[in-house]
């Protein structure tokens, strides 16, 4: 071999180690830009501080319009472009969805830099007035968002390198124009508004931005959180995992001659759709298969014979619906999911009612006039 053909040779071979270094770091980035894609929820829980209070909600718009869209495509405008939203639409965010309407001309464009109806992904938790929100699908306008909050009377400061952009003093309420504002909730509000990760984050007040930005771990760092999340993708034969709500604890519930479920420490209320049939459902992770198990006997128990307390009518009553139960096997735990299916009536014109009545809509009702403790709940 002449010196040329020996420095070719050793040429190649560089290059061939190279691409096999390329080849070795892009494929594991390959595999987590799929695992994001196929389970955006879970990539959204990477937002939401590890210590963030209360309950938790999560929405996938972009799945929502994927089901819901093609049902409506003869409904009139605006009532085509509102209908994906209602089946979300349970009140526990912070950006009431159900407020949509009113924006359905311009989406708030001009207030706020981006369409709301760009919006994919979107999570809120904790109690108002602190509730904040994380939006996934518009930080690539950051610069048409700064440039139409400054426009409105909004400052600009630097919090450790983020960009954060704000008006009025903490949870500060005052008089002024506010229809063309989503953000507003009604009010013209204290806000603040920062770009980090590809999401925009959202707050009432500097504290929480704060414990967003400084977070060191997350939702997504916590087993119980991403074992009911994981468990609504695992679902077969549901359609597309829309929305999922998660509580911490076990309520609490008075004795009764059927057993309360085994302990547990957090719980998933989840949204599934496939065309017309939508499926609400019930997510407990368990640390063994077989105390799955135990929960879900008592479960199928209670619900047989027990009547919810607020209106003294069995809970069969108001879970008319065909019912499945499975336990899903993630990571070392077993989560019992319960659901709920329900057909939506599509043979009329989809209107605005058409899939808001869903069952999930119930369990989150069950959850709020505490109907929930005696079904799931424990008694000392």
């Not at 108002?128 to 426009?151: C, K, Q, T």
């Not at 879900?296 to 019912?323: G, N, Q």
């Given at each position: 071999?002449?010196?040329?053909?020996?420095?070719?040779?050793?040429?190649?071979?560089?290059?061939?180690?190279?691409?096999?270094?390329?080849?070795?770091?892009?494929?594991?980035?390959?595999?987590?830009?799929k695992?994001?894609?196929?389970?955006?929820?879970?990539?959204?829980?990477?937002?939401?501080?590890?210590?963030?209070?209360?309950?938790?909600?999560?929405?996938?718009?972009?799945?929502?319009?994927?089901?819901?869209?093609?049902?409506?495509?003869?409904?009139?405008?605006?009532?085509?472009?509102?209908v994906?939203?209602?089946?979300?639409?349970?009140?526990?965010?912070?950006?009431?969805?159900?407020?949509?309407?009113?924006?359905?001309?311009?989406?708030?464009?001009?207030?706020?830099?981006?369409?709301?109806?760009?919006?994919s992904?979107?999570?809120?938790?904790?109690?108002?007035?602190?509730?904040?929100?994380?939006?996934?699908?518009?930080?690539?306008?950051?610069?048409?968002?700064?440039?139409?909050?400054?426009?409105?009377?909004?400052?600009?400061?630097?919090?450790?390198?983020?960009?954060?952009?704000?008006?009025g003093?903490?949870?500060?309420?005052?008089?002024?124009?506010h229809?063309?504002?989503?953000?507003?909730?009604?009010?013209?509000?204290?806000?603040?508004?920062?770009?980090?990760?590809?999401?925009?984050?959202?707050?009432?007040?500097?504290s929480?931005?704060?414990?967003?930005?400084?977070?060191?771990?997350?939702?997504?760092?916590?087993?119980d959180?991403?074992?009911?999340?994981?468990?609504?993708?695992?679902?077969?034969?549901?359609?597309?995992?829309?929305?999922?709500?998660?509580?911490?604890?076990?309520?609490?519930?008075?004795?009764?001659?059927?057993?309360?479920?085994?302990?547990?420490?957090?719980?998933?209320?989840?949204?599934?759709?496939?065309?017309?049939?939508?499926?609400?459902?019930?997510?407990?992770?368990?640390?063994?298969?077989?105390?799955?198990e135990?929960?879900r006997?008592?479960?199928?128990?209670?619900?047989?014979?027990?009547?919810?307390?607020?209106?003294?009518?069995?809970?069969?009553?108001?879970?008319?619906?065909?019912?499945?139960?499975?336990?899903?096997?993630?990571?070392?735990?077993?989560?019992?999911?319960?659901?709920?299916?329900?057909?939506?009536?599509?043979?009329?014109?989809?209107?605005?009612?058409?899939?808001?009545?869903?069952?999930?809509?119930?369990?989150?009702?069950?959850?709020?006039?505490?109907?929930?403790?005696?079904?799931?709940g424990?008694?000392?």
């Amino acid at each position: 071999m002449t010196s040329g053909e020996a420095f070719c040779a050793g040429k190649e071979a560089k290059m061939n180690r190279l691409m096999v270094v390329i080849v070795l770091v892009i494929l594991p980035m390959v595999e987590i830009a799929k695992a994001d894609s196929a389970t955006p929820l879970l990539h959204l829980l990477e937002q939401i501080p590890r210590s963030a209070p209360g309950l938790v909600s999560l929405s996938d718009i972009t799945a929502a319009k994927r089901q819901i869209a093609p049902l409506a495509a003869s409904t009139p405008s605006p009532t085509r472009e509102l209908v994906p939203y209602t089946a979300l639409y349970d009140g526990v965010n912070e950006l009431d969805l159900s407020t949509f309407g009113q924006f359905a001309e311009h989406g708030g464009r001009a207030a706020l830099g981006f369409s709301i109806f760009g919006i994919s992904r979107m999570a809120a938790w904790g109690r108002r007035p602190a509730m904040p929100v994380i939006i996934d699908g518009v930080a690539a306008y950051a610069s048409r968002i700064e440039a139409a909050l400054l426009a409105r009377e909004f400052k600009a400061t630097e919090y450790k390198g983020y960009q954060v952009w704000y008006r009025g003093r903490d949870h500060e309420s005052y008089n002024g124009r506010h229809e063309d504002d989503p953000f507003s909730a009604g009010l013209n509000s204290s806000q603040r508004l920062c770009v980090n990760d590809g999401f925009l984050l959202f707050s009432r007040s500097w504290s929480t931005m704060h414990e967003i930005l400084d977070a060191e771990s997350s939702l997504a760092d916590e087993p119980d959180v991403v074992a009911i999340v994981r468990a609504g993708y695992m679902l077969d034969g549901v359609g597309d995992l829309i929305d999922a709500v998660l509580l911490p604890g076990q309520p609490e519930t008075t004795s009764t001659d059927v057993p309360t479920l085994p302990a547990f420490n957090r719980y998933g209320l989840l949204l599934w759709q496939s065309g017309a049939m939508i499926t609400g459902g019930i997510a407990i992770p368990y640390a063994e298969a077989a105390i799955a198990e135990t929960a879900r006997d008592r479960f199928v128990e209670r619900l047989a014979t027990l009547k919810a307390p607020s209106v003294r009518r069995p809970f069969l009553d108001f879970l008319p619906w065909p019912h499945r139960i499975e336990i899903i096997e993630f990571s070392d735990l077993s989560v019992l999911i319960i659901g709920f299916q329900s057909t939506a009536d599509i043979s009329q014109s989809v209107n605005l009612m058409t899939f808001m009545r869903n069952p999930r809509r119930t369990l989150v009702n069950m959850v709020r006039n505490h109907d929930m403790n005696s079904l799931i709940g424990h008694s000392r």
